[in-house]
């Protein structure tokens, strides 16, 4: 944990948690001065009525100068894909839409983003902005877009609501691309455990797991500080006491709502606290690979890779134990990163996520394509995982 130095720290959406919350989603537009509000979402979502549940919303508050639902496009694709993110940039343009209402999980909200984006720089298509790999813009050259605008997360696992970060995935490359930079965020993220309910036992996992990625990877990230595990160390305690009865009883509104919120919190310390994440670094590769959803991809590696890699962890031993509500083990140093490895394992077991890729259809045959994935995918920048410790992680990982 870094204990000397400058850092800059903000959470600069505004969120609302509480059930019932999306009630106020008109009026909290029109605070905006929104006048005609695009939704984004998925076809899950509308599927499964959470879309015209929105949309009721809207209709239901028409009056007077209220801001409209102006049109709804509902075919974002996982991993916020270059085509869908086109296609609602210039459904976008088309209905002349002046704010952006993401309803759905991490895909739509980075798809809101890439957007919003694409908009405030009048750019043709998201390409045209993500020329290479990675993207990271910084203030004062990144500038607010002042297009109002709103995240409803439906699970709890990306966190992207408040994130100023955004993976999209290049089709035409096949690889994973990322945007980081100010203001590509919500200004207001609503968080209503109702939407949530539903939520499938496998999915309701396999995000927690993405979650707890998140607030693990701040916490032991080398430039993490007093602010980041303010929200990282209390987000992971807050996983790994309501995840297991979240999968188990997926109707409890308190456990939902507390997975919400750590949710938030995780992503909040993750991005503030950004710098060596071999965690997401793997889980990108093998998710753009085997088409791994993220939260899968985060749920198999978390133990793996600390398993693989404890020197790595070693100096944040106490805190990742701490923060998994661990008690003292008599170990410190790399065995109780085991240690914390074992707990992670029986968490797995609790709430019966994926161990390996198995499913997906990777194999011990691709070692070499997975080692190049690994190695190239622009998270590799902040620390290169040695090519000997990625031979032991893809193999472990494939199962």
């Known amino acids: 944990m870094s204990s000397t130095g400058y850092f800059q720290y903000n959470l600069r959406t505004a969120v609302h948690s509480g059930a019932g919350s999306i009630i106020r989603l008109p009026a909290l537009f029109d605070g905006m001065n929104a006048k005609r509000v695009l939704l984004l979402s998925d076809q899950?979502?509308?599927?499964?009525?959470?879309?015209?549940?929105?949309?009721?919303?809207?209709?239901?508050?028409?009056?007077?100068?209220?801001?409209?639902?102006?049109?709804v496009y509902d075919e974002i694709s996982p991993d916020a894909g270059f085509t869908s993110v086109n296609a609602a940039l210039a459904y976008a343009r088309e209905i002349a839409a002046d704010a952006i209402l993401a309803v759905g999980g991490g895909s739509?909200?980075?798809?809101?983003?890439?957007?919003?984006?694409?908009?405030?720089?009048?750019?043709?298509?998201?390409?045209?902005?993500?020329?290479?790999g990675i993207k990271l813009e910084s203030w004062p050259k990144a500038q607010h877009s002042f297009i109002p605008h709103i995240a409803v997360p439906t699970t709890s696992g990306t966190g992207a609501e408040v994130s100023p970060a955004a993976v999209f995935y290049n089709e035409a490359l096949g690889i994973k691309v990322n945007l980081a930079a100010p203001f590509i965020e919500a200004d207001m993220a609503v968080l209503d455990p109702q939407l949530a309910l539903g939520l499938p036992a496998g999915l309701t996992a396999s995000t927690g797991m993405d979650a707890l990625t998140h607030a693990l990877e701040a916490v032991a990230s080398p430039v993490a500080n007093n602010f980041t595990d303010s929200r990282s160390i209390l987000a992971a305690q807050l996983i790994e006491k309501n995840l297991p009865e979240a999968v188990a009883n997926g109707k409890n509104i308190d456990a939902r709502q507390n997975m919400m919120e750590a949710s938030t919190m995780a992503i909040d310390a993750f991005v503030m606290a950004l710098n060596a994440i071999p965690v997401h670094n793997c889980a990108h590769a093998f998710g753009a690979l085997y088409h791994i959803p993220h939260g899968d991809a985060n749920a198999v590696l978390l133990p793996i890779i600390m398993e693989v890699l404890p020197e790595f962890y070693a100096p944040n031993a106490e805190r990742l134990a701490q923060a998994l509500n661990m008690q003292p083990t008599g170990n410190s140093g790399e065995a109780l990163v085991l240690d914390v490895v074992a707990k992670l394992r029986q968490l797995q077991h609790q709430i019966d996520c994926a161990t390996d890729f198995s499913r997906w259809g990777a194999k011990a045959e691709d070692l070499a394509k997975i080692i190049e994935a690994i190695a190239s995918d622009p998270a590799a920048m902040f620390y290169p995982i040695p090519v000997d410790r990625i031979e032991q992680i893809a193999l472990k990982a494939v199962g």
């Open 44 to 71: 899950g979502l509308k599927q499964v009525g959470v879309v015209d549940k929105i949309i009721r919303v809207f209709d239901n508050m028409q009056s007077g100068n209220n801001p409209v639902l102006a049109g």
């Open 108 to 132: 739509v909200m980075d798809a809101a983003k890439g957007v919003k984006y694409a908009l405030h720089h009048k750019a043709q298509g998201i390409e045209d902005a993500l020329l290479g």
